[in-house]
């Protein structure tokens, strides 16, 4: 049973314009909610995360949106530039278990100039 | 400060072969992760070393998979024998207590 839904699977925007990326999770338990950016040839690496008692999170173009009552959260990329083009995964954590993490099927995101 | 690094970045092998993976974390990190990503699905969690001692393995596939942590630095994961179904991209990470986990740039394991 897949805890984190995430789509879409792929996504391409051109430049200047609005990614959304959402994902879904089962897990309530969950208290810890990251999003991970992956280039070509090189592992994750932390891009933004969130947990349950906000609402939103905001750092640079990056936004984290997260509905509890739902399950659900997303990130928003605001003005996508051709160097944000990589796969994106959501992610999430119950933190007081060892920090294992529970990922989505990641989104390959790619920005036309 | 050198990151989380994997050796080796491929491997092709034939089926019943045996492959081991290695990692070696960020300096003074206890905690040490490995996942793997198999033909564009989810990563998906394999197990957590806190210094040597493995913490929790319940993500492990099966008995062909054997990972270590000799003196609660490196780490290794060997497969054997290997099977298709294990071709994928093994990635490591490692982080120190309730922080953020740094990973690997990965081995991309191909099963022929």
């Known amino acids: 049973q897949q805890q984190v839904k995430q789509s879409p699977q792929s996504l391409i925007v051109q430049k200047g314009g609005i990614s959304i990326i959402n994902c879904a999770y089962e897990n309530t338990a969950f208290d810890y909610f990251p999003w991970y950016q992956q280039f070509p040839g090189k592992g994750p690496a932390l891009l933004i995360a969130?947990?349950?008692?906000?609402s939103e999170k905001k750092e640079g173009r990056f936004t984290i949106s997260f509905n509890k009552s739902a399950k659900q959260f997303s990130l928003h990329i605001m003005d996508s530039q051709p160097g944000d083009s990589a796969t994106y995964f959501c992610?999430?954590?119950?933190?007081?278990?060892?920090?294992?993490?529970?990922f989505g099927e990641g989104t390959q995101l790619t920005v036309n100039p | 400060e050198a990151g989380v690094t994997q050796f080796p970045s491929h491997s092709v092998i034939e089926k019943g072969q045996t492959v081991t993976l290695r990692c070696d974390p960020i300096s003074g990190h206890d905690n040490l992760y490995w996942y793997r990503r198999v033909m564009g699905k989810e990563i998906k969690f394999l197990l957590h070393?806190?210094?040597?001692?493995?913490?929790?393995e319940s993500g492990m596939p099966n008995n062909r998979f054997l990972a270590e942590r000799t003196g609660g630095t490196y780490s290794t994961l060997k497969v054997q024998p290997a099977e298709l179904e294990d071709s994928g991209v093994y990635f490591c990470?490692?982080?120190?207590?309730?922080?953020?986990?740094?990973f690997g740039q990965g081995t991309r394991l191909t099963v022929v």
């Open positions: 969130i947990r349950p008692d906000v």
């Open positions: 070393f806190v210094k040597e001692s493995k913490q929790d």
């Open positions: 990470a490692s982080s120190q207590t309730d922080a953020e986990a740094f």
């Open positions: 992610a999430a954590i119950v933190e007081t278990s060892g920090s294992r993490l529970t």
